[in-house]
């Protein structure tokens, strides 16, 4: 069980250990090691900031190279703006796991996360990794997903179970993020692993499918990683033939348990965004298409004027209409935009709705829980972002993370 | 004198008055009336927010129609967000002042700032426009300036003197804006007066150049106002010939002092800026174009970490470089980027400069006022942006607008 009453179902092909490296958090566990059955598949999106940290270009190569056996995940340091020193401490944390499993080298992910631009203490990981592999076990989900947190205040875990071959399969993954969350490919770390057997072009699709609606379209403050990273891993233990079709309904299984996951993994995070109050799904429909409904919803969940106004759960509606405003759609026609909290009409025809009361607009914003919806009347695409709201707690987090 | 400690100069041709109306805050005023001199010139930029203000509409209207008298402004709503009846509303002001003066409506542009989708009070400001003409007065520009604020904490005024056609004039301006700083054209809010005389095309273009560097290159939250203006009156009472050739000096001496005018009035209201503890000039040299230049500072300038960061007087670099690696800009090389904080290198081939300690960034984040500066090192194109921290005060001001 985790945080959010699931149960956590171990994935047959998987083990994961934790423990306790100092990296820089005391008296807790920061580094994971994710064991994958021989001959499990791997895919992966990586962060889009073109700053991205040595661990995600290290990565990259890897799984360019071979098959990934472990992966071998710190917290506290990104070793992000860290240049060739940091390439190399990254490829020398590899390289103390691959001793420790007689592998090859690049048969091992590294992931970081943590403080930008300091440089990974390689000794403090190589003395843990004995610690962590030690630790491995199947049902070292929720440790794992403790250890690679940092402001995140709750674990983040997801599970589905799904047929596919005529077996009974699982999907299980976690995922940490709370700030710096505006990913462009997939989230800061979200690890989801499968033990169907999965050929590897269909099990990259099923991953970016699943990561469009949930890891990228979600906003915190719009600040995108350097970091950011998302493995789906098919270990085939569950005993099934292997999926290779397309069209088939074992694929479609697949692809909804994955989707599902990784929604309830970005939706987790977004919920524990930094010093968040509120779960907020931004709503934009009868958009011309689906990029200009993404700039709109986008600009709505950016706003920190929306945001505060969220806080303080004031239906400072003009807020989100300025927002609107400053888009940047060409030619929009403010009198066909209509504006939404849940079921309560705020704005139509570019001016307050006649019906609109303030107290039930107030009720919504008192909610934990909302829907900003957005129509603008000129086509048939929508999109939705999920946000959350700008607190005290956000600037106190992010004025206090280093020192 | 002014908070800033310039003397403000009267503008011969110019008069202002300001009154109570009671529109939204007690015991100040809230209602200006601008009065300009039969044959002024007068040149305007509005806000490109697509939900513009009512009174942006009716102005940009009266504006196109004939050459203005009166300026007329209210803070503490925006008439914004209010559809026909907030053009009604805007329209029913200028009536009463025209009613007052024996002109025509359209020579009286309406200006609004504050509270977006409320309804303006037109009696109001009908009961109040004859107070405001009885205290019309040349030396009425630091009552003016604190009759328009709204969250801002200080008046907004600069002067400067040039001489044109052989004769001393002088140029003078007023500005309100704290939150909701986006400038897309204009700030919330400028009025900026000459006694010069200028042929209405120089007018508009020394404006148009004015208003780049200056209200165009400032940020508080990102958010674009519905409201924003600026004004350039030419009042002629300078008594000179009218200046009219584009190569002239008197036409380069107005510019430069227009420009100045509009600079030091944009600084204020960034250093004004909602919950602001320091003004930052982000200033981004070595990009291919100015709109790459602009992507990268704006970027940087509205990133929340950068901003908390900046407010925690942290030097956490990796945050600015995060910023700058997620502007978008293709294909760019982070081996050839720098990072200064002041004259602190921080940043070099893509990591941190061997040469950097903590100290040094230390001292200059501790400092009121500082430069983030990045070289791309792509080309010749730079571009500066000013902008503010991100504060609590910045939550609870606008968590508490309303209420």
Known sequence: MNPQNEPILPVPGIRLGSAAAG?????????????LAEGSRCAAVFTR?????????????????????????????????????????????????????????????????????????????????PDALTALH????????????TTDTVPKLASRRFTAGGRECVVTGMAKGSGMIRPDMATMLAYVATDAAVAPALLHSCLKQAVAPSFNSITVDGDTSTNDACVLVATGAAGGPEIIDWESSDYQAL??????VCLALARAIVKDGEGATKLVEVHVEGATDGEEARRVAYTIAHSPLVKTALFASDPNWGRILAAVGRAGIEGLDIRA???????????????????????????????????????????????????????????RINAEYRT
Chains 1, 2 share one sequence.
């Open 23 to 35: 990296i820089k958090y005391a008296d807790r566990n920061d580094l994971v090691v994710m064991e």
């Open 49 to 129: 900031n073109a700053f991205c940290a040595a661990p995600v270009t290290v990565a990259r190569e890897h799984l360019a190279a071979t098959a990934p056996r472990y992966l071998l995940i710190n917290s506290g340091n990104a070793n992000a703006g860290t240049g060739d020193e940091g390439l190399r401490a990254a490829r020398e944390s590899c390289k103390a796991l691959a001793a420790a499993r007689a592998c090859a080298i690049d048969q091992i992910l590294p992931f970081s996360t943590g403080v930008i631009g300091e440089p990974l203490p390689v000794d403090r990981i190589a003395v843990a990794v």
């Open 138 to 149: 199947p049902d070292g989900w929720e440790a794992a997903a403790r250890a690679i947190m």
């Open 255 to 260: 692809t909804a348990a994955v989707a599902e």
């Open 337 to 395: 935009v209509e504006l939404w909290l849940d079921d309560v009409c705020i704005v139509r025809n570019g001016g307050r709705d006649p019906g609109y009361a303030e107290e039930a607009g107030q009720r919504v914003m008192g909610q934990d829980e909302l829907t900003i919806r957005v129509l603008l009347g000129r086509g048939a695409a929508a999109t939705t972002v999920l946000t959350c709201d700008l607190s005290y707690d956000y600037v």
